[in-house]
């Protein structure tokens, strides 16, 4: 064998022998200090847990240790678990029935591995319980439904883009009511030129041209807007420029990702527009009037709606439609509507169900319902509602785009469109209704609903409590975010649920607080849930408030998800917080929500596959009084907590969830983290639940 050169490399064996050198002063902490950084080294990633059916599981290190540590308590000492323990433990513990048991414990000892081989494959660890299955025989009024305001724009409120492609993505997550805004679409012989004419059709007084788009200056302004845009695209492709993206979550994402919709003030100028399609002549659009908003045909969005409409599930869908579109085209608009959804539009009263009676919802599976105004002989003016301060006015429009949006001229208002005949006619379970208060006669109609923006429903919180909440129960009101909320940001929708508001209309372009607990409220439901006693149009006299114990120990993590800017390779320096928040209404103050007492964190873990064992990791919420727990919601926030002066380049997030209070399971279990965008992601959080009521 040859002899090594002595002066090969001099430099990098002395530090190895240095490092595996033990400290004679130091003796066994040295050594357990290497088990330690071989420990660290060698479980740092989840590793399997091998079941006898061939199944397996890959749990982290610090999961299984918490796992085995338990199993080690229940067995007391004894070398294997018994039955009657493992009985106990489910039923108490995990909160299972204890008629389940017995068919599932067939045998009278069990190893860790068949222990939690049964526990995981046979009742589950996962902190959402399955949605019930649902009662379809209560009239539609007495359900929530998963709604969704300006459902076209694909970002914020006054430059974004009007898709047919978000009306696919909120339906199939969900949503069960969308949002339809209509104008005149572009005449065949319009030219660009013909923008600077306002010239009416004749004989219609309120003045609606046929003019590139009806002629009207936010239309222009979009084709305008979109113009522009066309010019820097070929000019950058004609360069040879490379088109550069953005650091928003959405450019990170793989294409088996569902875009984002950009809550960023200009995400919408970063799309591609090389291939914009052209619109249909003399066929209504759709977009976001007076706003550089681009628009879309009418037709695309029904088709689209018609292809994803029932792919999920058969429970109907309420199209609500504010129209500004003259009577020309409204009638285009019947004509659409009929042929795109012929034989799931509901074009006429059900013999078993007259217009005067409210239908259950078993009675319009696979059925799409329009919500519009009824038709008028004359124009209703607007009107101040007498059950609020004096300054304040009430508009029935779907998303009050009229009264709450700035105006770019200082000009009275247009008047509002006449809704034609054929167009009223479909208005037959579901017909809009301008509100003044709870006593006139239109509040009595079974098919009327109230469109309110959250501001007037926030003060009839305040004002008229009772009021609002005894209307709720037989009759359909709903909420949308006030004009004010350009960059597409919503109202807290539990607290409009809470006094029966069944259509709380987001901005799904955003995921927000409020998104989060809209996505808890219909999770598994499929955009219809029933009410809970007392909230019924029924002789139930009120909600069932309760006093709720609440304790979560964060145990341990697993697949955190890393925050943008954070390099994979880097993982271990993550330090994930776990921040959770109890949304419940302040008995005290009704309509009020606590904010700080229930907001709390745990303290520091580390890398992505966070033991949480050794620090805080506690949330305590004791005797919090008037909870309605099918409409409290448990929220957990996952952030980065490495100190600012490192983080600088990269935002904390790292992962969502959210869970409503009814549907929290409680014992050992796995809450599965969302992204930004509402999508599942690997990350875990292992978490053991105690919750009492009484």
């Known amino acids: 064998m040859s002899r090594r050169s002595t002066n090969a490399r001099p430099n990098q064996a002395t530090p190895v022998r240095r490092r595996l050198t033990l400290n004679p002063e130091l003796g066994t902490n040295s050594i357990k200090a290497l088990k330690r950084a071989i420990a660290l080294a060698s479980f740092i990633a989840p590793t399997a847990v091998h079941f006898q059916n061939g199944k397996q599981i890959y749990l982290s290190a610090a999961i299984q240790k918490h796992l085995r540590r338990h199993y080690d ?105 969308v949002e339809i805004d209509v104008w005149n679409g572009d005449s065949q012989s319009s030219t660009p030129e013909q923008v600077r ?53 959405r450019c990170s994402k793989s294409e088996l990702s569902p875009p984002t919709f950009g809550r960023e003030f200009g995400a919408s100028f970063d799309t591609e527009r090389s291939s914009r399609p052209s619109l249909p002549p003399d066929e209504p659009i759709v977009m976001h009037g007076f706003t550089f908003t681009a628009p879309v045909g009418f037709r695309e969005v029904c088709r689209a709606i018609r292809e994803v409409a029932f792919e999920t599930t058969n429970l109907p869908i309420i199209i609500s439609l504010e129209v500004h579109a003259d009577q020309e085209q409204q009638e285009a608009m019947v004509s659409i509507m009929k042929e795109e959804w012929a034989g799931i539009l509901v074009e006429k009263p059900y013999d078993t169900c007259p217009s005067g009676r409210m239908p259950r919802l078993e009675e319009l599976l696979g059925k799409i319902l329009i919500k519009v105004k009824k038709a008028s002989p004359t124009l209703e003016t607007a009107a101040t509602m007498s059950t609020l301060s004096p300054n304040t006015t009430v508009d029935d429009d779907a998303s009050g785009s ?19 005949e054929k167009l009223s006619a479909l208005a037959i379970y579901t017909h809009s209704e301008h509100f003044t208060n709870f006593e006139s006669p239109a509040a009595k109609i079974p098919s009327h609903i109230f469109s309110i923006n959250e501001n007037t429903l926030l003060e009839l919180i305040e004002s008229k409590p009772f009021e609002l909440l005894s209307h709720n129960r037989h009759f359909f009101t709903r909420a949308y975010p006030k004009g004010l909320r350009v960059d597409s940001s919503n109202m807290d929708p539990s607290r409009l649920w809470r006094n029966g508001v069944q259509m709380v209309a987001l901005n799904w372009q955003s995921w927000d607080e409020s998104m989060m607990l809209n996505d808890a409220m219909f999770s598994g ?24 114990d609440l304790v979560i120990h964060v145990l341990a993590g697993q697949h955190i998800l890393l925050p943008e800017g954070l390099d994979s390779r880097k993982s271990r320096l993550l330090r994930p917080v776990v921040k959770c928040e109890l949304h419940v209404e302040n008995a005290e103050e009704p309509g009020r929500v606590h904010e700080c007492d229930y907001k709390q964190k745990t303290a520091a873990g580390k890398t992505d ?5 050794s620090v805080k990791n506690d949330f305590e919420y004791l005797n919090i009084q008037g909870v309605v727990e099918p409409l409290s919601f448990v929220r957990f926030k996952v952030e980065d907590d490495t100190p600012t002066f490192m983080s600088l380049s990269r935002e904390p997030f790292a992962g969502w969830a959210c869970i409503r209070l009814d549907r929290l399971a409680t014992g050992f279990r796995f809450i599965h983290l969302l992204d930004a965008n509402g999508n599942k992601t690997q990350g875990v959080l292992f978490v053991r639940v105690t919750k009492n009521f009484r």
């Open 73 to 177: 308590f229940l067995r007391r000492g004894n070398h294997m678990l018994s039955r009657e323990a493992f009985a106990n433990f489910l039923e108490v513990e995990q909160g299972e029935k204890a008629t389940l048991l017995a068919p599932l414990l067939t045998e009278e000892k069990y190893r860790f591995e068949k222990f939690l081989e049964i526990w995981w494959l046979r009742f589950g660890l996962f902190a959402e319980k399955p949605a019930e299955h649902k009662d379809l025989s209560k009239p539609i009024s007495n359900y929530f439904i998963s709604s969704s305001h300006n459902t076209y724009l694909n970002g914020n409120q006054l430059a974004s883009r009007s898709t047919a492609e978000t009306y696919r993505r909120v339906l199939k997550r969900g949503c069960r009511c």
């Open 197 to 249: 004419e306002v010239s009416a059709r004749p004989g219609s007084k309120f003045g609606h041209a046929r003019h590139f788009s009806g002629g009207s200056l936010h239309t222009a302004a979009a084709h305008i807007k979109g113009a522009v845009e066309d010019k820097i695209e070929k000019t950058r492709l004609k360069l040879g420029v490379e088109k550069t993206h953005s650091r928003s979550p």
């Open 402 to 420: 009229e009264d709450d949006r700035p105006h770019a001229t200082s000009g009275t208002k247009k008047p509002k469109v006449p809704i034609c």
């Open 525 to 548: 439901e499929h955009g219809w849930v029933l009410k809970p006693p007392g909230y019924l149009g029924d002789a139930t006299p009120k909600p069932h408030h309760r006093t709720l």
């Open 609 to 613: 596959h966070p033991d949480f064992g």
